[in-house]
């Protein structure tokens, strides 16, 4: 039975599954729109990264007038802060919030390429014993023309010679983990190869289980984002292939767990690359011999963005491709139906169609009373409301309007989103039509006066840049003690949603 729920039923009354006949849908397949409900909080800025423009040739630069393509912020116990501009540089934010090159990969990496939305220096993040070990992985892209490396997995049915670019994941080992500037070692875990003609949705996420402890099963395991290489709508011959999508012997679409120690230390199974396949994945030990067993979940489009709320609930957000944008609860062994489905929709090109459409599913499945096999989605928008869903987090900081949602928002247009974490884990209930209800995030600051102005994120940049913006490049990351940080590719500045600066001024003991 459906659970009755009244703010589930309020968002079931919101979605208007337009079509529920045998009608395809183009556009428009959730009509209710998201609204402001009175949540607005207060942003400002705290630091902005260098000046990268011009550092490398406009046609090698996706976006050459974008001032510094920071999307990650990641910040260590013992409260130092690094934050990454793809164009190649890791950065520690000093006492006073200015940037000092931690390590560059422009010259250690001549390979690399920069001229996708995602490329460059992709993603970073420390082991969670960084102060004792000195490990932290990246993700980032090459070249595959001209590369003298090999790549550890290509796509099945394809070869060496019909490679495009490479994904790879690199452990770093720093010989003094207390210092400012990196010196070490390195060492590549894992090099995929995309055969597409554009270098899209490679690897953008590397990620440890924050809410793991020491002698957890999941503790010291990597997780990788969930990419479908490109076969989407990487372009040229092997667009949008299906085929590719929902195999277990392949990490297309897949989300990876690993355990980076070599299998030469831990003496395990041996994964694609120089790491051991942990034995609590599912795809482990079932018993197929073709089954990759570094495969967490799959059927993901493009879940470039991982994150946990305190109770090791885990969130993906995985960009849609022409309709819809999708949250989801990952489990262990799940398949979330890229490129079969996409929302609570098939997509047509499953069935030999376009791309851009959506026919309706039964309403036996819709109703959870008939299992297809796929886990969906519990919170979603259509590309009425933006374009690419960007990065989420559980919060529980300072700020009291947000406590208790997942905040998230969207990369192109700048908006910033929230959900009822009980509600979104209500609607993880095995019914697919069960999705939890999305709000709109007003953002305001102060001004000279102390009165507070509503503004949007695209506002801010275009009057940091000095001009209009075509596009956000919204990442949100989260401090040490949970609270949010907004980013854009454009400007390069980060800023914090904080507690009202009028109220706290005002509290007692307060100056």
């Known amino acids: 039975m459906v659970r009755r ?24 397949p959730i009509a209710a729109p998201i609204e402001k409900r009175g949540l607005a909080v207060e942003i400002v800025e705290i630091a902005r990264l260098p000046d990268t423009r011009g550092i490398r040739p406009p046609e090698e630069d996706v976006k050459p007038a974008g001032w510094a393509r920071v999307n990650y912020v990641r910040d260590l116990p013992d409260g130092r802060r690094f934050a990454n501009d793809s164009r190649g540089f890791l950065y520690r934010l000093d006492a006073n919030a200015q940037p000092q090159v931690y390590a560059s990969i422009v010259e250690t990496f001549p390979h690399a390429v920069y001229n996708r939305l995602s490329s460059g220096l992709i993603a970073f993040v420390f082991h969670p014993e960084f102060a004792r070990n000195g490990l932290f992985y ?74 793991a402890k020491p002698g957890d099963a999941d ?17 040229g011959p092997n667009q949008s292939n299906p085929a590719q999508t929902q195999r277990l012997d392949s990490v297309i679409t897949a989300m990876l767990r690993i355990d980076p120690r070599s299998p030469s230390v831990t003496r395990g199974v041996k994964g694609l690359g120089d790491y051991t396949v942990p034995a609590a994945n599912k795809f482990a030990s079932d018993g197929n011999s073709s089954t990759l067993g570094e495969i967490y979940a799959y059927g993901f489009r493009n879940a470039h963005r991982i994150s946990w709320d305190t ?11 022409n309709q819809i944008e999708e949250i989801n609860i990952v489990r262990n062994g799940g398949n979330y139906g890229w490129m079969a489905r996409e929302g609570l ?21 819709l109703d959870g009373r008939r299992k297809d096999g796929f886990i969906y989605p519990v919170a979603m928008y259509d590309h009425d409301e933006g374009q690419a869903i960007t990065s989420g987090f559980a919060y529980h900081g300072r700020i009291a ?48 006066s102390g009165n507070r102005v509503n503004v949007s994120l695209r506002e801010l940049i275009d009057r940091k840049m000095g001009a209009k913006i075509a596009r956000a490049d919204l990442f949100i990351s989260q401090t040490r003690d949970g609270e949010l940080l907004i980013t854009s590719r454009q400007d390069g500045t980060i800023r914090m949603l904080t507690p009202d600066s009028a109220t706290t001024a005002a509290a007692p003991g307060k100056r």
């Open 311 to 321: 109770d090791g609930t885990m969130f993906a957000n995985d960009i849609g491709m």
């Open 219 to 235: 503790y010291g395991l990597l997780y990788i984002s969930g990419s479908d290489h490109g076969f989407s709508n990487g372009g």
């Open 138 to 211: 990246t993700a980032h892209a090459e070249r595959g023309p001209g590369n003298p490396a090999k790549p550890d997995f290509i796509p099945p049915g394809y070869g060496l010679s019909q490679v495009t670019y490479h994904n790879i994941i690199t452990e770093w080992h720093a010989s003094n983990p207390a210092a400012n500037v990196f010196a070490g070692t390195r060492r590549e875990l894992l090099r995929t190869a995309h055969i597409v003609a554009n270098l899209t949705h490679p690897l953008s996420a590397v990620e440890f289980n924050p809410t």
């Open 5 to 28: 729920n009244a703010h589930i039923i309020v968002s079931l009354l919101a979605l208007v599954f337009a079509g529920t006949a045998a009608a395809q849908i183009t556009s428009n």
């Open 345 to 365: 929709w098939e997509n047509t090109r499953w069935r030999g169609g376009e791309l851009n459409g959506l026919n309706p599913l039964p309403d036996d499945i």
């Open 401 to 448: 309007a947000l406590r208790g949602k997942y905040v998230f928002g969207d990369i192109n247009n700048g908006r910033i989103f929230a959900a009822d974490l009980a509600e979104l884990k209500k609607a993880d209930d095995g019914v697919p039509r069960t999705v939890a209800p999305i709000e709109e995030v007003q953002l305001y600051e102060r001004d000279a």
